[in-house]
């Protein structure tokens, strides 16, 4: 399973990382990503990174502002959002897939595991 952890409020212009702790499975998945789901809206990729750590993508709106890192002593995969904007808030869902991702977006449908979601407020 995938269990989320470091959400809550910040203040625009703030900094949060996200944190995704993998169990159960350490063997069979080779790249996690983080989603971001806005009431109203699809859920859409923000970033994902390989197994190894030496792939890494990032949505547009994400790039220049956050960090994707693995650790993989650990089986976590972390997220440091930085210069947040109340466009960044919603609910975060980091998810892993058994089949290697070619660089480009990700989208949920491919995604084979799931964590259930922590909320990102951005808010003054």
């Known amino acids: 399973q995938l269990v989320e952890s470091g959400g809550g409020l910040v203040q625009p212009g703030g900094s949060l990382t996200l944190s995704c702790a993998a169990t159960?499975?350490?063997?069979?998945?080779?790249?996690i990503a983080w989603f971001r789901q806005a009431p109203g809206k699809e859920r859409e990729g923000v970033s994902w990174?390989?197994?190894?750590?030496?792939?890494?993508y990032y949505a547009v709106s994400a790039k220049g502002r956050f960090a994707i890192s693995i650790n993989n002593a650990e089986n976590t995969v972390s997220l440091q959002m930085n210069s947040l904007e109340s466009d960044d808030a919603g609910l975060y869902y980091c998810?892993?897939?058994?089949?290697?991702?070619?660089?480009?977006?990700?989208?949920?449908?491919?995604?084979?595991?799931w964590g259930q979601g922590i909320q990102v407020t951005v808010s003054s």
């Open positions: 998810a892993a897939i058994r089949l290697e991702l070619i660089p480009g977006p990700v989208h949920a449908y491919e995604m084979d595991y």
């Open positions: 159960g499975f350490t063997l069979d998945y080779k790249a």
């Open positions: 990174i390989s197994r190894s750590g030496d792939t890494t």
